[in-house]
């Protein structure tokens, strides 16, 4: 393979050190756009493994006993030190996942204005006083100070797409409330990911208070979520592996935010010119490597040729090409899963899709592919892409789309295009979903909104207030005066 001319050996972050592992073993980061060698990474053994989690536990209590102002202000140093990085890590993020480097940027950016919004959110919470006559025949003598403390070892495992942002939507709220933090970021990403606590680093990081583990799955993956010092675990990734976690990590609490399905429902009275443009937007964005992207279209029959028309125009505006050159449709993060792309295509076309559009296909990278007329035999109507197509399937009315939908094993957000609130709110009531969007594409939105999904795509809340809260559990002191 072809190197990349800042290829380099990464080391792992243990007590503030940068270490290569002892095993010598090591993982090689490939770019989605060529192929090249982008970087390397430790292969760390469960031996190391295990020396950084424990020694992340024995620094919390004192982490945790740290004025909350301390904490706060590393934060904030943690996102100026981003920001002065912003070049460095958005320039790995563009090789390493294959995004544009203007998203890359934009993502470091993002990045630290959710650690700064986090900071600030951290210091506001807060615990309760209850008195106990407020409950029949209880004294009023009885009162109970319910305190929220932290949990102790967070572990922390990001997914590829969004290397630096989805990390430290999990990393931050952990320390802001005085936990420390296990990070294992995703193999392709994890480059980025060690670039970003790099700047924790200068920041002042605390020896210990995070750790990074890298390796390979199959060798530490169950050896680090069934760890007994671990005390939480936060996951983005897919589906499957979250169900398997969720298995593995008996009695400790744990945030899963996993695949999903999300639809785009579009009623006959819907502004189809916006209604187009949202769709193309959600659905392709990165590629349609996105948990949020619009998966499937339902729109009513009557308006669906006019709506397929103006998808298709849209859809003919996007450069396809390499992150490199800037494009919209970028190559797919690597070969198994534009096969896995390819397959679902395939499968139905085969059983009567109709082609609107295909693009390319040239290795890993693939064109977008609009297809029409898709049915529920159709394995594209129900498995999540995540890549460029883009599934029309026809409905008679609103109902026929919620029917699909609750059928659907997903539920992390979906999308309705009407002119008619009134009838927005009913479906919405009746969709099987973390989040509604009305006449707007589906996406994660601001980082500091709930996030979540129900059935299989996820467990728990997200977003800056509601991830504080799930890094913190109530601890009472009852007195009887």
């Known amino acids: 393979m072809p190197l990349q001319k800042n290829f380099k050996l990464h080391q792992y972050l243990y007590n503030n050190e940068w270490k290569s592992s002892d095993t010598g073993n090591t993982i090689e ?43 706060s202000d590393l ?15 958005g320039n790995m993020i563009h090789l ?17 204005q959710l650690i700064r919004h986090t900071a600030e959110e951290g210091l506001r919470t807060h615990g309760s006083f209850i008195q106990g006559d407020a409950f029949p025949g209880a004294s009023k003598s009885t009162k109970a100070m319910v305190q929220k403390v932290p949990h102790g ?8 797409n969004y290397p630096v942002n989805l990390a430290a939507s999990k990393i931050a709220p952990a320390l802001i409330t005085g936990n420390t933090v296990v990070f294992k970021p995703a193999t392709q990403g994890a480059i980025s990911g060690l670039l970003m606590i790099k700047a924790l680093v200068k920041a002042g990081l605390p020896k210990s208070v995070v750790n990074v583990v890298t390796g390979r799955g199959s060798i530490i993956g169950d050896f680090l979520v069934t760890h007994p010092e671990v005390d939480m675990i936060t996951f983005t990734g897919g589906t499957s592996t979250g169900q398997h976690i969720a298995k593995k990590a008996s009695m400790i609490p744990v945030v899963l935010e996993l695949g999903g399905k999300d639809p785009a429902i579009v009623l006959e009275d819907a502004d189809l010119n916006k209604a187009a443009k949202e769709i193309v937007s959600g659905a392709l964005s990165y590629s349609g490597q996105r948990c949020t992207a619009i998966k499937r279209v339902m729109v009513i029959d009557k308006v669906a040729d006019e709506l397929v028309e103006k998808i298709k125009t849209n859809i003919a505006t996007l450069k396809v090409g390499k992150s490199t050159e ?7 993060i690597d070969q198994k899963s534009a096969d896995y792309v390819i397959s679902l295509i395939d499968d139905a076309v085969k059983k009567g899709a109709t082609v609107v559009s295909k693009g390319i296909i040239q290795d890993n990278l693939i064109g977008v592919t609009l297809l029409d007329h898709v049915s529920e035999d159709m394995r594209i109507a129900w498995e999540e892409q995540f890549g460029p197509v883009l599934p029309i399937m026809r409905v008679s009315n609103e109902l026929e789309a919620i029917d699909l939908e609750k059928r659907n094993e997903y539920g992390l957000q979906a999308s309705v295009f009407t002119k008619n609130l009134e ?7 009746r969709l099987e979903v973390g989040t509604v969007q009305v006449n707007g594409k589906t996406s994660r939105g601001p980082d500091h909104f709930p996030f979540l999904g129900v059935k299989n795509s996820g467990q728990g ?3 800056i207030g509601r991830s504080i809260d799930s890094m913190l559990r109530d601890k009472v002191l009852v007195l009887n005066l």
Do not use: C, Y
């Not at 070892?153 to 590829?160: C, N, T, Y």
């Open 153 to 160: 070892v967070v572990l922390a495992i990001s997914p590829f």
């Open 423 to 429: 009838k927005a709110f009913v479906l919405a009531d």
């Open 96 to 112: 390493e996942v294959g995004k544009t480097l203007t998203a890359a940027k934009s993502e470091v950016k993002r990045t630290a």
């Open 326 to 332: 800037e494009a919209d449709i970028t190559p797919l």
């Open 75 to 89: 934060l904030h140093k943690w996102a100026e030190e981003l920001e002065n990085m912003k070049d460095e890590i």
């Open 29 to 71: 980061i490939n770019s989605p756009d060529d192929g090249s060698i982008v970087g390397v990474v430790p292969a760390m053994s469960q031996e190391e493994v295990d020396r950084s989690i424990i020694k992340t536990a024995n620094v919390q209590e004192e982490w945790a006993a740290t004025d909350g102002h301390e904490r």
């Open 461 to 463: 809340v997200q977003g």
